[in-house]
């Protein structure tokens, strides 16, 4: 008796199922395994450098940039966010005191240049009052002040879970580094099967626009939040760890960075630190102009530059479904579907000249 299905066909369906039913059973370390093949792609330079330095081992040769990894990225990232969620936790449980009795204009804000006015008024009406700071972060978030103090208790708390997230990370770009050469001849067999045309381009673009979109993005806007994070701390602002995250998370939307240091020079320069304020304005404006004229555009490239939508939308819908971490991973997927798009039209205006 003939079978309903050709062979060929069932055993891609039952490889399918395989793929899907493993892709269930890790999807909790997912995120820890895509940030290792993200960044496994944006250092596969520096592993070949390592590479020849080592005599070709690759082994020891991923052993000795992975130990890079931790002490100059993992490490550092971890101390710092450590740092920020304690003054996060001690500025939530000012707010939660503030939201119940309500607070002052203070006298800095009353005599900020330009903005006063208008921020002594939004302050009165969010802040002078009892409970009208807990509605309006409710109608901003959807939470309540004590349930956000609550859920920052349950991220310093929840420790085994982040180290094993980041253990798994490791391990997993450890392998990547690795047979990272083996998957990729793998992958290639694969794309020459399904799209044979267009596979081989279309498999090198994508690397090179996910290794442009972290280091022109990701790893910039890492500097410029510890570069602006120190100029906070030598200007003697309050909390500057936590500011300079808010600094690194906003630098990743373009214009974002100078509005946070913009904010804290004009609060400085309201505290009676106006020489304060405004070395920090100047500093914050001619290290982003040294940035973005300079450094970004010899990392990032003119052909692989991730368009600003894309990468809008990559920051939003990240960090909707990935939590922090999608900051870094949503717009690497969007430099994935810009990349598959361009050469869709390329491949597209090639057949039509012919």
């Excluded at 214009?255 to 904010?263: C, N, Q, R, Y």
């Excluded at 991973?329 to 969007?334: A, E, Q, Y």
């Amino acid at each position: 008796m003939r079978p309903v299905l050709p062979l060929f066909l069932i055993a891609r369906w039952l490889l399918l199922i395989v793929i899907v039913i493993g892709i269930y059973f890790i999807k909790g370390f997912l995120v820890p395994s895509l940030t290792a093949l993200v960044i496994g792609i944006s250092s596969w330079p520096i592993f070949n450098r390592i590479r020849i330095l080592c005599c070709g081992h690759t082994i020891l040769s991923a052993y000795v940039l992975l130990i890079l990894v931790l002490l100059l990225l993992v490490i550092p990232i971890t101390i710092v966010f450590s740092y920020a969620i304690q003054e996060a936790g001690n500025f939530i449980v000012w707010a939660i005191a503030v939201n119940k009795n309500g607070i002052e204009v203070p006298d800095w804000i009353l005599s900020m240049p330009l903005f006063g006015d208008r921020f002594s008024e939004f302050w009165r009406l969010y802040l002078g009052e009892p409970h009208a700071l807990g509605k309006l972060v409710q109608l901003v978030s959807g939470e309540h002040l004590g349930n956000i103090y609550r859920m920052i208790l349950s991220a310093t708390g929840n420790a085994f879970h982040l180290l094993l997230a980041l253990l798994f990370m490791l391990i997993t770009l450890f392998f990547v580094y690795k047979d990272g050469e083996n998957m990729l001849k793998q992958l290639d067999i694969l794309g020459e099967s399904v799209i044979p045309t267009k596979w081989m381009r279309l498999s090198r673009v994508v690397p090179a626009m996910i290794s442009a979109t972290v280091t022109g993005m990701a790893l910039i806007a890492m500097g410029e939040g510890v570069i602006l994070g120190f100029a906070y701390w030598i200007a003697d602002v309050p909390s500057p760890v936590l500011l300079g995250v808010l600094t690194c998370f906003m630098a990743l939307v373009p214009g974002g960075a100078p509005i946070v240091f913009t904010l804290i020079s004009l609060y400085l320069i309201g505290s009676d630190k106006a020489m304060s304020g405004v070395c920090l304005f100047l500093w914050g404006t001619i290290e982003l102009f040294i940035v973005d004229k300079t450094i970004r555009p010899k990392l990032i490239g003119g052909p692989v530059k991730l368009p600003f939508l894309p990468t809008f939308f990559g920051l939003i819908g990240g960090i909707q479904t990935m939590g922090i971490i999608g900051l870094f991973i949503g717009p690497v997927f969007m430099a994935l579907i810009v990349a598959i798009w361009r050469e869709w039209v390329h491949s597209t205006s090639i057949h039509m000249h012919e």
